[in-house]
């Protein structure tokens, strides 16, 4: 008879108790059998949300579909864009193209622009707009867009486009033409030339800047000698000041360029300023759109010295020459601009040349520096210009 093994036996105890745990441990899983279905449940669910979200945007996608006929029929429709018809008798509009000099110079072409705006504003202008030119040879191109689109009045601004101008009036007979600083040496019954005495404006800042040098050297920065409003500026300069003091000495400097970047350049403006306050200017008068603004920007890096501006108040255009701007001779660009539209609204705009207004600008945060006895020296100068009993020298044919 066999005797039975006492290992043996352990070890088959053990075998039996591992196996009821691994049988327990089984039960313990089917709890998450039961959640089994709910997962499936939710994933149906998503799907079936994901089929009805795609089944609205197919749905949605047909809707554009069927209304995209109604939407062709709108674009069309100049008026929902803000354009009009220009060529309608019952709508006046009014086009401006520039000199290279662009529509934000913050001198002559800006103030042209803000007298076609307020004409817009103040007068009933159904539309206006500008070209600004990059190349001289495209006046007559730039014109004719608005010519071409029935527009009532362009404004051609700059001596440079006058014969550009004269051109197009000629062709197109039943617009209004204003050119601004355009000399007519013949009347055209359609084109009014704005005109300006820029020496009595350059008679004034060159007064003020003898006066408040106190013998010391000034200076103008300029456009180019090509342009006869510059010249007449440059020469009014020279000439108040010698008014004031005949000794005076004024360094004055033309751009050597030509008309494509003579009004471009603040680089040489700022450079040929920098020159003239180093021989000692303590005025510096900058006329030349962007480069006489370079000018003025560079005199106001420099403490205790005066710039003067052009053409317009140039406190509001160039704020980074608020240091040194004292004034600005200029010319009333933007109402002249006002009443010639209005004019020509009125089948009245005048043929030939129209002269518009001159002066010097406030002086700013210069008040209290600019005496009394300057400012009434100042208006007695103003009043003899007026009334020809001060001459400023200029002499345009000579």
Same mark, same amino acid.
Request: proline share 4%.
């Given at each position: 008879?066999? +005797?039975?093994?006492?290992?043996?036996?352990?070890?088959?105890?053990?075998?039996?108790?591992?196996?009821?745990?691994?049988?327990?441990?089984?039960?313990?899983?089917?709890?998450?059998?039961?959640? /089994?279905?709910?997962?499936?449940?939710?994933?149906?669910?998503?799907?079936?949300?994901?089929?009805?979200? !795609? =089944?609205?945007?197919?749905?949605?996608?047909?809707?554009?579909?069927?209304?995209?006929?109604?939407?062709?029929?709108?674009?069309?429709?100049?008026?929902?864009?803000?354009?009009?018809?220009?060529?309608?008798?019952?709508?006046?509009?009014?086009?401006?193209?520039?000199?290279?000099? +662009? &529509?934000? *110079?913050? =001198?002559?072409?800006?103030?042209? @622009?803000?007298?076609?705006?307020?004409?817009?504003?103040?007068?009933?202008?159904?539309?206006?707009?500008?070209?600004?030119?990059?190349?001289?040879?495209?006046?007559?191109?730039?014109? +004719?867009?608005?010519?071409?689109?029935?527009?009532?009045? &362009?404004? =051609?601004?700059?001596? !440079?486009?006058?014969?550009?101008?004269?051109?197009?009036?000629?062709?197109?007979?039943?617009?209004?033409? &204003?050119?601004?600083?355009?000399?007519?040496?013949? %009347?055209?019954?359609?084109?009014? #030339?704005?005109?300006?005495?820029?020496?009595?404006?350059?008679?004034?800042?060159?007064?003020? /800047?003898?006066?408040?040098?106190? #013998?010391?050297?000034?200076?103008?920065?300029?456009?180019? *000698?090509?342009?006869?409003?510059?010249?007449?500026?440059?020469?009014?300069?020279?000439?108040?000041?010698?008014?004031?003091?005949?000794?005076?000495?004024?360094?004055?400097?033309?751009?050597?360029?030509?008309?494509?970047? !003579?009004?471009?350049?603040?680089? @040489?403006?700022?450079?040929?300023?920098?020159?003239?306050? *180093?021989?000692?200017?303590?005025?510096?008068?900058?006329?030349?759109?962007?480069?006489?603004?370079?000018?003025?920007?560079?005199?106001?890096? +420099?403490?205790?010295?005066?710039?003067?501006?052009?053409?317009?108040?140039?406190?509001?255009?160039?704020?980074? !020459?608020?240091?040194?701007?004292? =004034?600005?001779?200029?010319?009333?660009? $933007?109402? /002249?601009?006002?009443?010639?539209?209005?004019?020509?609204?009125?089948?009245?705009?005048?043929?030939?040349?129209?002269?518009?207004?001159?002066?010097?600008?406030?002086?700013?945060?210069?008040?209290?520096?600019?005496?009394?006895?300057?400012? %009434?020296?100042?208006?007695?100068?103003?009043?003899?210009? $007026?009334? #020809?009993? &001060?001459?400023?020298?200029?002499?345009?044919?000579?």
């Amino acid at each position: 008879m066999l +005797r039975k093994n006492p290992l043996i036996t352990l070890l088959f105890v053990l075998f039996l108790a591992v196996a009821l745990v691994a049988c327990g441990g089984s039960e313990t899983t089917e709890p998450a059998a039961d959640e /089994a279905p709910a997962v499936e449940e939710e994933a149906a669910a998503e799907e079936e949300a994901m089929d009805e979200e !795609a =089944s609205e945007e197919v749905a949605e996608e047909e809707a554009m579909e069927e209304e995209e006929p109604a939407a062709e029929e709108e674009e069309p429709a100049d008026e929902a864009a803000g354009e009009v018809d220009c060529a309608s008798e019952d709508v006046f509009c009014v086009g401006l193209v520039t000199d290279v000099g +662009r &529509i934000d *110079d913050k =001198s002559f072409n800006q103030s042209a @622009w803000e007298g076609v705006q307020q004409a817009e504003a103040e007068l009933g202008v159904a539309q206006i707009n500008f070209v600004e030119t990059v190349n001289a040879t495209d006046y007559e191109a730039n014109i +004719r867009l608005f010519a071409d689109d029935g527009y009532d009045v &362009i404004v =051609s601004v700059g001596f !440079a486009l006058g014969e550009a101008t004269l051109i197009m009036a000629e062709e197109y007979p039943d617009i209004d033409f &204003i050119g601004v600083d355009q000399f007519q040496v013949e %009347a055209v019954d359609n084109v009014a #030339g704005l005109i300006f005495n820029e020496d009595k404006a350059g008679f004034l800042a060159g007064a003020l /800047a003898a006066l408040l040098s106190e #013998g010391e050297p000034i200076a103008a920065v300029l456009g180019t *000698d090509l342009v006869p409003p510059v010249v007449a500026f440059n020469e009014g300069y020279i000439g108040g000041a010698q008014y004031i003091n005949e000794d005076i000495e004024i360094l004055s400097t033309y751009h050597p360029g030509g008309l494509d970047v !003579a009004f471009t350049d603040p680089e @040489w403006g700022a450079a040929t300023a920098a020159q003239a306050m *180093d021989q000692g200017a303590v005025v510096v008068f900058g006329a030349g759109g962007n480069t006489g603004n370079g000018a003025l920007t560079e005199v106001a890096t +420099r403490e205790g010295l005066y710039c003067i501006g052009v053409d317009t108040d140039q406190w509001e255009t160039v704020p980074e !020459a608020h240091p040194c701007l004292v =004034s600005s001779a200029m010319k009333l660009i $933007t109402p /002249a601009v006002v009443d010639l539209i209005e004019a020509a609204m009125n089948d009245e705009m005048p043929a030939g040349n129209f002269v518009g207004d001159v002066g010097l600008a406030p002086f700013h945060d210069f008040e209290d520096q600019v005496s009394d006895d300057i400012k %009434a020296q100042l208006a007695e100068i103003e009043a003899g210009l $007026t009334d #020809g009993t &001060i001459e400023t020298g200029y002499n345009p044919g000579g």
